[in-house]
């Protein structure tokens, strides 16, 4: 038995509107790689404030980028078939909205390291191990809220994908 193509009427996230995706064998194909990546990282799963690192957590999101290149490049022109196809969409959410969030976030948070590597080598002098303590990052709330809320408009990204792939998918809180 065959795979069928099938339209799917979806309300796409970060306020980007509606799309008519064709579901082919390609973009089923490029959903469940997409959606296996987005459903594991911080993207999908809720980091409360002070968990784990800020910089980890944007160097997860980062590597969606390398990630949804390959994915996109391995299935080839069949992964972009229109602008309302899962390759044209994936690139789309990077680019206008994940890409903002890791600029945005990435400066601040440098900032904030480079101002303690100053403190602590004007503090102890010559070669010292530095200690980036993101406990005392000014920022530090507002990263894991604004964190949160985009994690909140990727879920339903990952329920996108979840429908294309063909695949079930559990929201967490």
Known sequence: MGFKIQPLNVNLPFGLGGANIVVTEAQQKVAWALYVELATRVAGVKLESGMGS????LNSMHSLFETTRSVLRA????????PESVGPIA??????????FLVKWYAALSSFENQQTEVQREQYGGKITIVIDESRWPERDAFYQALEENRQSML???EILARIAGVYHEQSE
């Open 54 to 57: 800020a910089c980890e957590a």
């Open 75 to 82: 299935e080839g022109p069949a992964a972009a078939n229109g």
């Open 91 to 100: 690139i789309n959410i990077l680019n206008t909205e994940l890409r903002p």
């Open 156 to 158: 339903e990204y990952i």
